[in-house]
């Protein structure tokens, strides 16, 4: 089962907004503490929880006593998608544990996922209706090339020019594809970066997240906005 083992909670007063923080495979919650800390300083009023992956890390013998969403031990493009798939109902029922638990619904829930977290959070969106209102992705990318834009889903793609982990050109490529599914998507892709969740990529996560306006915010206000009547010019008439 994921457990939380790092969480920074509002002071006073119920949160308003959830952010689930997933980390790296063979990594712990505590690897999330910086995005937490910068999520805290900007949201005080947010429950920011960093959740360990439910297994134990399966990798490379004395690779570490982390944990992982999905096994990596023997895997490849073509079973990759197989195994986030078997991951991720046990997720999607966490999250809305913890939805549920602080009485706030999807839209003011965010998953911040860094690497084989990030995978986990993209999935888990294209599965799961109505998850989560944004999704980061950090040095991520989805198994399979996504088949649809997750509904008033906002996705920001977060990566570094030379990441030699998980180069960056599958995360591009599916921030084109969303695109043209009618997506509402950011990809940020910065030089001088590694494998790594870097300072800059967190940086840039918080001002995503202050700046950028959702397609579901416009076309509700849109809908909100009153119609103005007006008298047609004569070239509209004809005359």
Known sequence: ??????????????????????????????????????????????????????DAFDGVPGGGAGFQWFSVRGVTEANRPERVAAALPRFVAQVRALQQRFALDW?????????????????????????????????????????????????????????????????????????????DVTADALPGIGHELHPTLIARAIEQLRTFLPKRVWRDALAEAPVLPRVASSDELGD
């Open 1 to 54: 089962m994921t457990t939380t083992t790092l969480a920074r909670l509002p002071t006073t007063g119920n949160p308003d907004l959830l952010f689930l923080l997933l980390h790296g495979v063979g990594a712990s919650a505590e690897h999330m503490a910086a995005l937490a800390q910068a999520l805290a300083a900007e949201y005080p009023q947010a429950a920011v929880l960093c959740l360990n992956g439910p």
């Open 107 to 183: 839209q003011r829930t965010a998953l911040a996922g860094f690497s084989q977290g990030a995978i986990v959070a993209l999935e888990a969106v294209q599965v799961e209706p109505q998850l989560a209102g944004r999704v980061l992705a950090f040095s991520g990318r989805h198994a399979r090339p996504p088949e649809h834009a997750p509904v008033d889903t906002t996705v920001h793609l977060f990566h570094g020019l030379e990441d030699r982990v998980m180069p960056p050109g599958a995360a591009l490529d599916s921030a084109e594809r969303l695109v043209a599914l009618g997506g």
